[in-house]
């Protein structure tokens, strides 16, 4: 008669298994420190003006929920300009981000496949301006626009955001690695023009960086304050950023007497970071990489 034993813990494997905690450990303590705010936005967005500046801890939720009342006063406020607001990000968010993405796309794509001259040089200066800092080019451009009477429209946001200097690296990097010469150089022996190999051959394999690029563009466009801070005096014309910006000096203002224009800030933050998270969401599915493996096969 046999009996089973389980095998016996070796102090190798009980080395492994301390070493795997400390970075869980560590990966649980960023994942609480990001959350955060977040939970904190959640629970305060809940609150009306007095819960908000109640005796009410902070972090947790009041005797009353407020949310639907708070979003009704949200949408309502000064004949609903928030909802102007929001649908302002939504227009220079896809705009800059989709002109942004297909200018990034071509620039790169050149970059990695074709050789002429100056390429060198050209990229060397390219990555110099991602040094630059975006909020120090914020006064020359607009002493540029100033001169082009285009202040206070809305090309003074979505032009400067066209430019992605990021976004030709990541896909300069990205094409030169996923796109296979071999595939180009069949396509164009088969009698495809360059723009029908870039479209039908490169395009497709470089999909999760167009997606990665698309999303980044759209998200620093729509987050962008200090740009259209600087370029908008309308504010028909502001984003939601900058009028909650606007919101907030009213607030401070105005003392004791803005306590609901905190609570209708509060609830406008949270409301203003759904459209990123769909966004995030509904494109997830296309960051699948290897789609080139097996394609010379």
Sequence with gaps: MTTLSTPAVTPMRRRRTNRNIV?????????????IPLWWMIINSSKDAAGLFGGTGAMWFAKDINFLGNL?????????IYLHWLGNSALYAIVGGVGSTAIAVLAGYGFAKFRFRGRNLSFALLLGSVMVPLTALVIPTFILFANLHLTDTIWAVILPSLLNPFGVYLMRV????????????AARVDGAGEFRTFAQ???????????????LSMVATWNNYFLPLAMLSDNGLFPVTVGLGLWQSLASAN??????????????????????????????????????????K
């Excluded at 970075?23 to 959350?35: D, R």
């Excluded at 009704?72 to 609903?80: E, I, K, R, V």
């Excluded at 990205?174 to 150089?185: C, H």
């Design 201 to 215: 051959v490169a395009l497709p394999l470089m999909r999760p960086a167009v997606v990665t690029v698309l999303l």
């Design 174 to 185: 990205y094409a030169g690695d996923a796109v296979p010469d071999e595939l180009l150089d």
């Design 72 to 80: 009704q006063d949200l949408f309502t406020y000064n004949g609903g």
């Design 23 to 35: 970075p869980h450990l560590f990966l649980g303590v960023l994942v609480v420190y990001f959350l």
């Design 255 to 296: 003392n004791g007497g803005g306590h609901s224009l905190w609570s209708l800030i509060v609830i406008g933050s949270l409301v203003s970071i759904i459209p990123l998270i769909i966004a995030f969401l509904s494109l997830q599915k296309y960051w699948q990489g290897g789609l080139s493996i097996g394609s010379l």
